[in-house]
């Protein structure tokens, strides 16, 4: 069975490819090598005005796509409707891994299962448990309780150490870092709105990490007066080098779920900090199914044999879900 996974836009969000070399890993781990490829995102939120590009997807020679991510809200249909119709058309297979809602209401549930429900749905692997909860009746199809596929990426990738010592700040706003301190016991964020960017951490120097180096026709990031020339700045359109920072981190604070992902899979103490719009949202439930409550409060770690024991669960489900294709 010839599987396209649908991933990219690294450019515009480096957190999609930790989830995305996890989810590639796990898929050739199950269905084998040799009968995954890796297949690009089509035009989304920032090409989204493109009207007559060549629509690659529906025609690669494959069995099944498999989409990931953030994806079931209600731009679903307009990026994939007219997609998913040919693959169907043509006897194709579709299929949800490390899938995650965007609004996590019910209207939102209700309006994406009665599009999908008219496909060839195979499976719906979900990535944090309220998705779980709202498709998992809803849908036509295997669902299953999974795990961020960003948990397979100490499987897939072998990064370097870093030779230094460092603390990580990762935010989606620089012009409004927060200030973090360790008081005691208690871990302190306080808004740091146009103050000079905090250069350490304890004694630890602090170094930024960019999630996002490119994202075009918005002016504030072509303004890189105000983002990019910071001491101990890292930026790059690849994920090896934030991969290594990331490991060798003696802690990470940000507000980028897939960042504090990243960092815990590869043994990393890390603290999620709520402050912009989308730290508020609820993307940040796959913390609650990694078993991590304490992520808001504090600098935390995996329990690992908890986590490799559900990666076994997820295995052994797609593994299911391939002999009953």
């Not at 409550?293 to 490799?308: A, M, N, Q, T």
Request: charged fraction near 25%; glycine fraction near 6%; hydrophobic fraction near 40%.
């Amino acid at each position: 069975m010839k599987m396209g996974y649908i991933g990219g836009f690294w450019s515009t969000n480096i957190g999609n490819s930790f989830y995305n070399l996890g989810a590639l890993w796990l898929l050739r781990e199950v269905f084998g090598k040799e009968n995954v490829s890796f297949v690009p995102d089509p035009p989304q939120v920032y090409w989204s005005t493109l009207r007559e590009d060549y629509d690659l997807i529906p025609k690669l020679d494959l069995d099944m796509v498999i989409v990931s991510g953030p994806i079931l809200g209600v731009a679903l249909e307009k990026i994939y409707g007219k997609r998913f119709d040919e693959i169907a058309a043509n006897g194709g297979q579709i299929g949800f891994l490390s899938a995650g809602a965007i609004a996590y209401t019910e209207k939102e549930a209700d309006s994406v299962s009665q599009f999908l429900n008219k496909y060839p749905i195979s499976f719906v692997f979900t990535r944090d448990s309220v998705t779980y909860e709202l498709y998992k009746d809803r849908l036509n199809t295997h669902v299953y309780d999974g795990l961020c596929t960003s948990m397979f990426l100490n499987d897939a990738i072998t990064p370097p150490d870093v030779n230094d010592k460092y603390v990580v700040f990762n935010f989606s706003y620089f012009l409004h870092d927060p200030e973090i301190t360790k008081t005691n016991e208690d871990w302190v964020v306080r808004k740091s709105i146009f103050k000079k960017a905090q250069e350490k951490f304890m004694s630890y120097p602090v170094v930024r990490i960019k999630s996002s180096p490119y994202i075009p026709n918005i002016k504030y990031f072509r303004s890189t007066k105000f983002v990019f020339p910071r001491k101990n700045m890292y930026f790059s359109d690849l994920p090896y080098g934030y991969l290594s920072i990331l490991k060798s981190s003696k802690y990470i604070f940000s507000d980028r779920v897939h960042t504090c992902a990243a960092g815990l899979i590869f043994g990393s103490k890390c603290m999620y900090v709520k402050g912009g719009k989308r730290s508020n949202d609820g993307r940040n439930n796959l913390f609650a199914r990694l078993n991590l409550p304490d992520i808001y409060e504090r600098p935390v770690s995996l329990d690992f044999d908890y986590i490799e024991s559900e990666k076994e669960k997820m295995k052994r489900e797609l593994l299911l879900v391939l002999n009953e294709l």
